[in-house]
Nanobody
């Protein structure tokens, strides 16, 4: 069992930056692929970024590619999402998630086994 706790959300102006963190409990963090998802009001939860258990492979949604960076620190059991040049359309609740399988990075919500409680990101124009 893994527990995930996100932090770092808040209010930021368009064009600014924010870094989200997700701290995981347990000793198996390094074996999981990790993902960041987001859900805006009235919309479905969507994939934002993912990172393989080795940290050597990443994947991004087209809408954030070139602006967001996912990384992980297995020594700290933490995954990060650096958000640069944010836009109002990035406003959402951001969730981190863990995929026990650890194969290729998956983008389906249903592929992830553990979820955090979410952190709100609001981008003002």
């Amino acid at each position: 069992q893994v527990q995930l706790v996100e932090s770092g959300g808040g209010l930021v102006q368009a064009g600014g930056s924010l870094r989200l963190s997700c701290a995981a409990s347990g000793r198996t963090f390094s074996t999981y692929n990790m993902g960041w998802f987001r859900q805006a009001p009235g919309k479905e939860r969507e994939f934002v970024a993912g990172i393989r258990r080795s940290g050597g492979s990443t994947s991004y949604a087209d809408s954030v590619k070139g602006r967001f960076t996912i990384s992980r620190d297995d020594a700290k059991n933490t995954v990060y999402l650096q958000m640069n040049r944010v836009k109002p359309e990035d406003t959402a609740v951001y969730y981190c998630a863990a995929d026990k399988w650890g194969g290729v990075i998956l983008r389906r919500v249903s592929a992830y086994d553990y979820w955090g409680q979410g952190t709100q990101v609001t981008v003002s124009s």
